[in-house]
């Protein structure tokens, strides 16, 4: 059940994603009849977006991430390397404020059947499936409480290296 709806999710995603390159063309080849207001008004419905990447080498390329709050944030995460998830995997899971980092890193690596994310969900924001090498996945979220929230990828033993934090400003 929850698998269908993401693969909802991210077929609506892509859809949009069309969307927005179609708009896009149009506003370039009609710009003698559009208004630059129309302009505007595009840029702004957009979510805020970013990316960050996980590597072979079992880093992140950031460890500080900063996002607006209220507004609807789109991460993306990106395998860039080449191993196998089940060697190297990478996730990205962003947890609430509160949450003991240690306990819960503790807690996630022994949730293999799960993609080493715990049963109980209640202290996560937001995650992104396990992922390998070149793959990516995208996910939406809202922060509505300005704040510094730990991220962490949940793969055993990657915690150590692979954390950092998101500011929400
Ligand atoms: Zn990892």
Redesign the pocket.
Known sequence: MKKTIKTIALLSLTVFVIACKGDEKKTETSTTETPSVTETSTSESTAFTLTIE?NDQ?QFNKTELRVPVGEPVELTLKHVGKMAKEVM??NFVLLDVGVDFNTFATEASTAKDNDYIPEDTSGIIVHTGMLGGGESETVEFTINEAGTYDFL?S?PG?YAM?KGVLIAE
Do not use: A, I, K, N
Request: aromatic letters at 12%; glycine letters at 24%.
């Open positions: 996980g079992m995997g990478h990828c793969f990657h692979m």
